[in-house]
């Protein structure tokens, strides 16, 4: 059973396109997370949620928006995809601090 | 800016020898400091973690060391195996409203030889 899963797991796409990612964890936490690592290997976290309300939203282009429709759910949509946001995304979830547990990752590619 | 520093980005080592990898924070109120491990194409796993209470946190193999005056942490591996090789991220958390928020160094890959 995958703890939180990611689809897809591979995103190849053409600047300007919108595109969404989509997770699912099945471990009943209240928390969800989604992390970008970028070029340099550096994983930065982009927004969280706790029961469906944001709470951490960093300084992110409003170009992506996540939407969280329950709680084992929180997709990532990015409108006008551009170059530089060519990334590998990571979904995560946790109860408490101790146990954050991340997906697989996307790997997006802006070509 | 980098608040959490891995300054080594590869570190190899012997089959049954210990492993000993570094993080440096900058951030004074950091209280709780974890290490991941990722293998490619995997998401970070959970290793180990410390609060600022405590100097040292063991579990099995791996132990973790704070040293809260020189803002330092490591991890040790005894004795290190060829499937610990990966990715060891360190990471730091402020807690309170940052809760869930890590900020990580940028990564030490770890290598063991048979």
């Known amino acids: 059973d995958t703890a939180v899963s990611q689809t897809p797991k591979y995103l190849v796409t053409q600047m300007g396109n919108d595109k969404s990612i989509k997770c699912e964890q099945n471990l009943g936490h209240d928390t969800m997370y989604w992390y970008k690592q970028d070029s340099k290997k550096f994983l930065k976290i982009m927004f969280s949620y706790n029961n469906k309300e944001l709470i951490i939203n960093e300084t992110v282009p409003n170009r992506f928006s996540p939407k969280s429709p329950d709680k084992a759910h929180l997709n990532l949509h990015i409108n006008s995809l551009e170059l530089g946001d060519s990334a590998v995304y990571f979904c995560a979830s946790s109860q408490d601090i101790q146990t954050i547990y991340f997906g697989p990752g996307t790997r997006l590619l802006v070509l | 800016d980098q608040q959490v520093k891995q300054n080594s980005p590869s570190l190899s080592v012997q089959e049954g020898r210990i492993s000993i990898l570094n993080c440096d924070y900058t951030?004074?109120?950091?209280?709780?400091f974890l290490w991941y491990k990722k293998y490619p194409a995997e998401g970070p796993t959970f290793l180990i973690s410390i609060s600022s209470i405590k100097d040292k946190n063991e579990d099995g193999r791996f132990t973790v060391f704070l040293n809260k005056s020189a803002k330092h942490l490591s991890l040790h591996i005894v004795p290190s195996q060829p499937g610990d090789s990966a990715v060891y991220f360190c990471a730091a958390s402020k807690g309170g409203t940052s809760y869930g928020k890590l900020t990580f160094g940028q990564g030490t890959i770890l290598t063991v030889h048979p």
């Open positions: 951030n004074s109120m950091f209280d709780y």
